[in-house]
């Protein structure tokens, strides 16, 4: 697939998480956003792009479980 369809992909996807009031479904769709811009930062062999949404995702993931007990 062509990477810069991957990258439009996860533009919309963060863009839209956005839009949700509830800060959990601005964590879930951002957190996929991230998962697509990490492939997008592969395929194009960015490292700083993959590794900036990695380590969003890490945050993400953090605050989805503490938020969850």
Known sequence: M???I???I???LVFVSY???DVKWIRIINFIGCIVWIVYGVM????SVWL???LVMIVH???LIK???
């Open 10 to 12: 996860a533009t919309v």
């Open 19 to 21: 839009l949700p009031k």
């Open 61 to 63: 993931i953090y605050h």
């Open 2 to 4: 062509n990477p810069e």
């Open 67 to 69: 938020d969850r007990k």
């Open 44 to 47: 194009i062999g960015g490292l």
């Open 52 to 54: 900036m949404n990695a």
């Open 6 to 8: 991957i990258g439009l």
